[in-house]
């Protein structure tokens, strides 16, 4: 396999995606599929003609980003909008790529894409593995119905997002763009994929159990105590001051994390809202009876972790990459803040000369040795595509 990657921060949206996407194609031959990253500023549509334009044929899967993306040629964002593109390339993949609106049910919905993903491959068998893209809000069951069709086969992939999380994100799969449903790529190669998911927080030694849920993502107790109380207690902070979306902010160094059945991964739930009844609003699902971890991590360590996760990707991997999909929830990024170019620099450097996207997300995907696919807030999902 091979790759590369092409950006543009051109105001026109039909020139951006041009320009992006004739950087992209230098070198590479027979590209099998392009993942593109842009601003919800843009007009999607006519960016994606202008990436047709210079890449016709090639399907072309992504979303919008949080503010931008970082490839090799450092963080790429502007206020008239964005694009960044990585292909892959190479005779010795096949890519079947879906998008599909959303119907009256998620799961189905993710049922129906996986049906349109094996038959733009042309197999009958299950992928490798695949990438999936979704809205916030129901990536478990959109991933439920994609399951029902190919098994428990590898995923990675991450959420849509927009600048302000006010519902602006969109997602778009070859020419067509949508707000809610779900994108897919599955892959057949002959070369191995490796998926470093990873929240890389530390415990702290907070724990409690979930004794009340509400509608899948709205914590409402915690040890048979209000939910945000429980958690001020923890934090050692006035509970009224972690009301509305103040939660949100303030978790960014200190969210809930819960374990898989084996312990290999935490998966961090980010709080996003404190409600008037002291319940949490939770960017993923939760379960009652389970128990949840209260995680730390300094700015510091949320920047210093862009490049010791990709570092240790390359050490999991056992082959020499091709190419690094990173997928960085939005979150982390608001809380880096102004030292954006401290995790550009870090993340360059670990990555050297293999081409790399960054993207920036409102939920990220991915899996841990054999434990099932799963979906995660304020995460690393870091893939390395094998040469």
């Given at each position: 396999m091979k790759s590369n990657t092409g950006s543009s921060v051109a105001s026109d949206p039909k020139a951006a995606g041009r320009e992006a996407a004739g950087k992209v194609k230098k070198g590479l031959a027979d590209i099998k599929i392009a993942f593109a990253y842009a601003s919800v500023a843009y007009d999607l549509e006519a960016m994606l003609a202008g990436i047709n334009e210079e890449l016709p044929g090639v399907p072309v899967l992504g979303n919008t980003s949080f503010t931008?993306?970082?490839?090799?040629?450092?963080?790429?964002?502007?206020?008239?909008?964005?694009?960044?593109?990585?292909?892959?390339?190479?005779?010795?993949?096949?890519?079947?790529?879906?998008?599909?609106?959303?119907?009256d049910c998620a799961r189905e919905t993710g049922r129906l894409a996986a049906l349109e993903a094996l038959k733009s491959a042309g197999k009958t068998c299950p992928p490798d593995y695949f990438y999936m893209a979704a809205p916030p809000g129901e990536e478990e069951f959109f991933l439920k119905g994609v399951t029902e069709v190919i098994g428990r086969k590898p995923f990675f992939g991450g959420s849509a997002a927009d600048n302000a999380i006010a519902g602006e994100w969109k997602l778009f799969a070859n020419q067509k763009v949508f707000a809610d449903g779900i994108t897919l790529a599955f892959f057949y190669a002959e070369q191995p994929v490796t998926n470093l998911f990873t929240g890389a927080y530390r415990e702290t030694g907070d724990v409690g159990i979930i004794t009340k849920v509400r509608d899948n993502r709205v914590l409402e107790e915690i040890d048979g105590k209000p939910a945000l109380k429980r958690y001020a207690e923890w934090a050692g902070v006035d509970v009224?001051?972690?009301?509305?979306?103040?939660?949100?902010?303030?978790?960014?160094?200190?969210?809930?994390?819960?374990?898989?059945?084996?312990?290999?991964?935490t998966a961090i739930r980010h709080p996003m809202n404190g409600n008037d009844d002291y319940s949490m609003n939770i960017g993923a699902n939760l379960a009652e009876k389970t128990a949840v971890i209260r995680m730390a991590g300094s700015v510091d360590e949320l920047i210093s972790s862009g490049a010791s996760t990709l570092e240790a990707l390359k050490k999991k991997m056992k082959a020499p990459p091709a190419a690094f999909h990173l997928v960085h929830c939005g979150g982390r990024r608001a809380g880096i803040g102004g030292r954006i170019e401290e995790l550009v620099a870090g993340v360059k450097a670990a990555a050297g000369?293999?081409?790399?996207?960054?993207?920036?997300?409102?939920?990220?995907?991915?899996?841990?040795?054999?434990?099932?696919?799963?979906t995660g807030g304020l995460m690393l999902s870091y893939t390395g595509f094998a040469r």
């Open positions: 931008g993306v970082i490839t090799p040629e450092g963080f790429i964002s502007g206020d008239k909008g964005f694009v960044g593109i990585l292909a892959l390339a190479g005779n010795d993949v096949t890519v079947g790529v879906a998008g599909k609106p959303k119907g009224e001051t972690l009301k509305g979306g103040k939660l949100l902010v303030y978790t960014i160094t200190s969210p809930l994390g819960i374990k898989d059945r084996l312990g290999d991964l000369d293999v081409p790399f996207i960054m993207e920036f997300t409102f939920g990220e995907y991915g899996y841990e040795d054999d434990g099932n696919n799963t």
